[in-house]
């Protein structure tokens, strides 16, 4: 089944305390990225890589880090957590071709609480 | 700052009537426009999108977009109860070597049975 699988689905960590949410997909793309949801602010983009070692900020990106060392993995670290950073996260993935711009899959989210 | 606005609801509407749902985006050089439904609590789900003006067609689902007003809607006929979820209008961000989606933040809507 084509999808993108995000570990862990619920976390609660402490502040300070490094930690990697993982993103895999399945379906070949090159492209993904990385959102969080918050109530009354909606989706926004934290990172985006367009392919392996190329990746670039969204519109949050303060406090995290990426890496794309494989086509399928977009793990999204975050060095020293803090209560600002509790949000529901998303790892997504789209293909390319034809000058078409496709749409994201997404994962199935990351409940992140930091305490 | 590139922004897309959408009506917050709740948009009510009886079972088997059309909703309509409707969204603005600022950025002229918006290419291509995608509609998400959002159950509580999961993930975006895409099922639509649309790149050219006027109107676009899947089963109960119609796409619609005016570049010229910057202006993209979504109508669903022959609502369903299970068609309730928040819906995200997005829009790719591509300019300037960019990528991702600039989303709305959603439009609830309930059908009433």
């Known amino acids: ?115 | 700052q590139k922004e897309v606005e959408q009506n917050s609801g709740p948009l009510s509407v009886p079972e088997g009537a059309i909703a309509s749902l409707n969204c603005t985006y600022s950025d002229r050089g918006s290419q291509s426009f995608f509609w998400y439904r959002q159950y509580s609590g999961k993930s975006p789900e895409l099922i639509m999108f649309i790149y050219s003006n006027g109107d676009k067609e899947d089963g109960r689902f119609t796409a619609q977009l005016n570049k010229a007003s910057q202006y993209v809607s979504l109508l669903i006929r022959d609502s369903q109860p299970s068609d309730s979820a928040t819906y995200l209008c997005a829009v790719n961000r591509g300019g300037g070597g960019a990528d991702g989606l600039t989303f709305g933040k959603g439009t609830h809507l309930i059908i009433q049975p």
């Open chain 1, 1 to 115: 089944e084509a999808q993108v699988t995000q570990n862990p689905r619920y976390l609660i960590t402490v502040t300070g305390k490094k930690l990697t949410v993982t993103c895999s997909q399945n379906m070949n793309h090159e492209y993904m990225s990385w959102y969080r949801q918050d109530p009354g602010l909606g989706l926004r983009q934290i990172y985006y890589s367009m392919n392996v070692e190329v990746t670039d900020k969204g519109d949050v990106p303060e406090g995290y880090k990426v890496s794309r060392k494989e086509k399928r993995n977009f793990p999204l670290i975050l060095e020293s957590p803090s209560p600002n950073q509790t949000s529901l996260y998303f790892c997504a993935s789209r293909r390319t071709g034809g000058g078409v711009v496709y749409g994201y899959t997404f994962g199935s989210g990351t409940r992140l609480t930091v305490v």
